[in-house]
């Protein structure tokens, strides 16, 4: 899970894991690890979800929680732009790291859909470079388990490939 602070990474984790949501804000001090598995098409795949710390002007994504990644879900606000630049620079660092590791963007906060700054045009620009992109509600739900399983599947499809 990498993005900048405040975009849902540690919501869109509970909602995934545990099934629940809470609008309280609390800060992720380094990296949060939890674990679940999902089926990828035929294969069990136990996901070790590893929750960063947001990058941001004060704290930048220690590369070093990068070793070892099969694949990772960036994550950005819907409601914020800067959220969605931020996630762009910080996926450029990422692949300079994890180059052809699977990676899908998950545009948070669906359900503020009508307070979006993120428009239909960016999202469209993204997916004709191949990305794989993701609208998501930890709140609602919208989204969450399809883009981990989604990423589940590309992680297998990787590891068949190599």
């Known amino acids: 899970m990498i993005g900048a602070s ?18 309280k804000y609390l800060t992720t001090v380094g990296v949060k690890i939890d674990k679940k598995t999902v089926k990828a098409g035929d294969t069990d795949v136990m996901l070790m979800i590893w929750d960063l710390a947001g990058d941001d ?12 990644t099969s694949g990772y879900l960036l994550v950005a606000d819907g409601t914020r732009r800067v959220t969605f630049e ?7 660092r990422v692949a300079a790291v994890l180059p052809g590791v699977p990676f899908i963007l998950a545009l948070n906060k669906a359900d503020l859909a009508p307070q979006w700054e993120v428009t239909d045009a960016d999202i469209d620009q993204l997916t004709n470079r191949t990305w ?9 739900g919208a989204g969450v388990e399809e883009a981990f399983t989604d990423l589940a599947r590309m992680m297998t499809a990787a590891k068949e490939r190599a």
């Open 57 to 68: 002007d004060f704290q930048r994504l220690q590369t070093s929680y990068l070793r070892g």
């Open 6 to 23: 405040g975009v849902g990474k540690t919501s869109l984790v509970a909602k995934f894991v545990h099934s629940i949501f809470s609008d």
């Open 132 to 140: 794989k992109v993701t609208r998501t509600s930890a709140k609602e």
């Open 86 to 92: 931020q996630v762009l620079e910080i996926q450029t």
